[in-house]
């Protein structure tokens, strides 16, 4: 029994702060619906884990090296694409690799430092909500853009993107702050997507399809000018 109680503890705690009120609304919520009816106990207690479940903010082990790119985010890689990165960001013209990861309402939604360095810039902009999965996202969604740059003076763009039912993004990180790869640096919630912008010709170490776990998975080598890694859906 203590076995799996310190698992369902692993996976449920603990909450990111962010979501704590949360938390405590759907408490009182199945307080209440329990008081109007007592079989609705059941259905409350079933939103409150998966409230919980959402907010969760796990420990993660971040590999370290120079040269490697972390992914910000849990989710399926969606896309692995060279284009111009966000004008707001001051990266210059391109092609710049973006790699997308969606994050969808059972992911993990803390989102990470993808690399060491200092946060060059911040760079809100509005914009609208249509599907996070939709390519169309990175360019006309809401979204909030962090510029890093590495103690070897390379810039990696990292932007937070709203997706259609997510519409609040935590930025919990300041402009000069200091960040080492895998450090938390917010959120979004309810269901989104993070875009990360390496320059073209690092080497790529996932693949489409593939699931990307914020703050371990190495999603690209800076140092490392080879091919990108191949594989297939099975």
Known sequence: MSIHLATIKSVLFPIHRAGRIFVAIFVLLTLFMTWIWTPLLFVGI??????VFFFRDPKRVTP???GLVIA???GVVQAIVDVEPPPELSMGVGPWTRI???M????VHVNRAPVAGTIKCL?????????AS???ASEHNERHGLLFETSDGVEIGCVQIAGLIARRILCEVDEGQEMNPGERIGMIRFGSRVDVFVPAKSRILVIEGQRAVAGETVIAD?????GAREGKIQ
């Open 72 to 74: 910000p985010a849990d």
């Open 222 to 226: 800076l140092q490392d000018a080879g």
């Open 134 to 136: 939709l390519d169309k």
């Open 123 to 131: 760079a809100y902009r509005p914009g609208k909500f249509f599907d």
């Open 100 to 102: 997308s990861i969606f």
């Open 64 to 66: 370290l090296g120079a």
């Open 46 to 51: 079933i939103l409150t884990t998966w409230c």
């Open 104 to 107: 969808n309402v059972f992911d």
